[in-house]
């Protein structure tokens, strides 16, 4: 039986966006690939009564100048706001290397970085030789987390692996190499931090690939797979789904658009 203090609070801070997109990039053999489908951007914070973990560090300006997309705030900005200073965070999770998902780690010059070694495999190995495969990356990032590895303070899962009591990840491949899900103890269960897993409700319930990947048949496994780990399909938390912002309540009025608390229960919303 958990104490109380192994028991998480879990929550989305969004900090940008993209409404220029349609269904085609989201969903492979879409009957409506040209209808609009925006796409939110998140990182996520468990936090207990004794410890912080920040899950993914995002992209910064540059990036978003650089891949037209809508930075709202940086995610240092977005932990200032939820009253976390990002220069004093201990442990982060990055669930894979993606640009927006393995950004901005300068912003975290304490941290101690968790992350499947089959991911730094693969952002350092052969299948980065093709522009296609590559494309999602950001060199400077991947330099960044070899540099952290060199200075001791990057630590590598090999499947499944405890960051802290009752926070577990899982990898969770076939968008990339070496993608892992976060598997976090709440007061209303497991909850299970998909990522890129599954970006959308939609992946995952309807068994539908995203366009970005890796291994088809490992998406598919992955989905399954974090039903099982999941208390529920209501405890899978998307990784870029927009519904994640109606579903859940804000944390307070003054963090509306920005802070979503995750370990209540979500409500049903018209999708």
Known sequence: MAGQEDIYEVFA????ERTDRVRGESFLFDDAHNTPHPIDYFVWVARSATRTIVID??????EAEQRNRTLL??????????????R???DVIVTHMHYDHAGTLADFPEAHFHLQEAEMAYVTGACMCYDVMRHPFSADHVCAMVRNLYSGRVSFAE?????????????????????????????RGWVVLASDASHFYENFEQRKIFPIVLNARDMLKGFERMERLAESRDHV????????????PKESAALDGVVYRLDVA???VAE
């Not at 801070?13 to 940008?16: A, E, T, V």
């Not at 560090?57 to 540059?62: I, V």
């Not at 705030?73 to 990002?86: I, K, N, V, W, Y």
Request: proline residues 7%.
């Open 88 to 90: 004093t965070i201990s």
């Open 73 to 86: 705030r940086t995610p240092a900005e977005a932990l200032s706001q939820f009253g976390l200073d990002s």
């Open 57 to 62: 560090t995002g992209f910064d300006r540059k």
């Open 159 to 187: 499947g499944d692996a405890e960051i802290a009591p009752n926070l577990t990840v899982h990898k969770i491949a076939g968008h990339t190499g070496g993608l892992q899900c976060v598997r976090v103890l709440t007061k």
């Open 266 to 268: 979500p409500k049903a």
């Open 13 to 16: 801070l969004k900090y940008g």
């Open 237 to 248: 938390i998307p990784g870029h789904d927009p519904l994640v912002c109606a579903k859940y």
